[in-house]
């Protein structure tokens, strides 16, 4: 052990003692910057940070293609027609208070997941249980196949006991990961420091500092000083420059992430699913990607990206057609008044757009539709807001139309996704449909859960992407591409499509 402690404050409440020889400082810290913060030390409402930090892990992880990998289960099996779920845990992990990780503990911990906001919470389990060989067995009422990927979501993460207090509130951020919490300063910052009693790979680095930084030049600025050692989601249009500097290195990755307008279908000026297509036509897709995203790749009119090949359609595409968009527009009704925009029963075409700036290419990509739905004589007026008013407006019926970035790999299997977006036949989901006229879309959803039947999966899936392609609840614009700057001191930088884990204990000083 090493010989100094420092115990860490917040708001009160004792962190878990961590065990330094020297203080994080430019020289042994690889430094982080990202635009999103954490609200909180409870994995399920800010765990992404906390197992991309690599503090927190999960009983399951995920390649880079969705599939399932061993985490701190060693292995697992699926019995029962798919309602027993078997997970054998790795032997001799300890926490970072040097407790042993058992199969009650673990237990414990999922079942408290099930009465709060997690991935599990709403799946049909009926029992989670330890036994007698190191195993944990989740019971349910009937199958569930993404249940997998719910068990390497970040809000499942496995905490020691002693991270509660009395009252059931996480108070202590103490996992199994390489890393333990050096630092913590909700909702901005947080430092970790090498754990060397990890039972994996242990890391080379001493230290890491994630650091929330909201605005996109701000964290350019940092990339360029050598102030970050690694800064995510760059501002496409500073990636140029950033590329000319001898001392960066700049990684594009694609993300299972999509731009796409969401658009309230129950509104009377887009309630017909012909009215849906001619707004999607008149999006100029490539000229979007090609000059704001600075990835002409990256435009794509399908939710889902390729390579989750159930839910995309091959050789499906629409071009940008202004003047179709029109045509179609026109047998709806609607004539352009003599300052050229569109009005039908005496009303202009006019739309809302909300969106935000955690993103920095969504105000700009918000602004390029703008632009080219003038051109079609459709007037959408563009507010930059707090993300959260997005979900506020779908609840209360005020929102039009919003500009998001979704992501289709929060849950590595999509479906665990979709069931969220569009599995209500009523109201949609926060950051899917809404007033989607469409029964048969859910139905088929929540059957898809208890489909063993990989062949009868992919057709359905198939049939999905098609109703969601041809009547347009959501508009895709781009697929998401990722920017990161990493400082040449740096070697052995790995992305990871779904956003789960940064991948520290690879790291190296050169």
Do not use: C
């Not at 000026?269 to 002409?296: D, K, M, Y």
């Not at 009547?471 to 070697?491: F, G």
């Amino acid at each position: 052990m090493k010989n100094k402690l420092i115990t860490v404050f917040l708001g009160g409440l004792a962190l878990l003692p961590a065990a330094v020889t020297a203080e994080p400082n430019q020289q042994n810290t690889v430094n982080i910057q990202a635009a999103f913060e954490f609200s909180s030390l409870d994995p399920t409402r800010s765990g992404f940070v906390f197992t991309r930090m690599q503090v927190l892990e999960t009983l399951l992880n995920v390649d880079s293609q969705g599939g399932l990998l061993p985490g701190l289960a060693s292995e697992w099996s699926i019995e029962d027609g798919g309602k027993l779920w078997r997970l054998t845990l790795r032997d001799q992990v300890h926490f970072h208070d040097a407790s042993l990780l058992t199969a009650q503990q673990v237990a414990d911990e999922l079942n408290r997941g099930l009465n709060k906001i997690s991935a599990l919470r709403g799946l049909p389990i009926t029992s989670i249980n330890a036994n007698a060989d190191n195993q944990v067995e989740i019971k349910l009422s009937a199958p569930y196949r993404p249940l997998g990927a719910a068990l390497a979501h970040y809000s499942t993460a496995i905490l020691a006991d002693a991270a509660y207090n009395d009252a059931g509130e996480v108070t202590a951020l103490i996992g199994t990961g390489p890393f333990s919490v050096q630092e913590i300063a909700v909702p901005h910052k947080l430092v970790v420091e090498r754990f060397d009693d990890y039972w994996g790979k242990k890391a080379q680095i001493e230290y890491a500092s994630y650091l929330t930084g909201h605005r996109a030049e701000a964290r350019v600025l940092q990339a360029r000083s050598g102030q970050a050692d690694i800064v995510f989601g760059l501002d496409p249009a500073s990636v140029p420059m950033l590329k000319r500097l001898p001392t960066l290195e700049i990684v594009r990755s694609d993300l299972p992430r999509t731009l796409a307008l969401k658009l309230n279908a129950g509104h009377r000026f887009i309630a017909e699913p012909e009215a849906r297509q001619a707004l999607s036509l008149a999006i100029n897709r490539q000229g979007i990607a090609t000059a704001i995203l600075r990835a002409p790749d990256a435009a794509t009119d399908q939710l889902l990206p390729a390579y989750m090949s159930d839910w995309y359609l091959d050789g499906q595409s629409e071009a940008y057609n202004l003047e179709k968009a029109a045509g179609m527009l026109a047998q709806l009704g609607w004539t352009k008044n003599s300052e050229g925009w569109l009005e039908r029963d005496g009303e202009r075409f006019e739309l809302d757009l909300i969106t935000y700036a955690d993103r920095p290419e969504l105000t700009t990509v918000a602004t390029a539709v703008q632009d080219q739905w003038k051109q079609l004589g459709v007037k959408l007026n563009v507010n930059v807001t707090n993300s959260s008013a997005i979900p506020s407006g779908h609840s209360d019926d005020s929102l039009e139309v919003a500009l998001i970035a979704r992501n289709y790999g929060i849950i590595a299997d999509p479906l665990g996704i979709l069931l969220k977006d569009f599995a209500s036949s009523d109201k949609g989901g926060d950051w899917g449909s809404m007033n989607w006229s469409n029964t048969w879309v859910p139905e088929t959803l929540n059957a898809m859960v208890s489909d063993n039947d990989a062949a009868h999966y992919q057709e359905q899936a198939q049939s999905i992407a098609e109703a969601l392609y041809n009547e347009r609840p959501l508009i895709p614009v781009a697929s998401y591409v990722q920017q990161t700057a990493i400082n040449k001191r740096l070697s052995g930088f790995r992305f990871d499509p779904y956003e789960r884990s940064y991948f520290l204990n690879e790291l190296s000083w050169k």
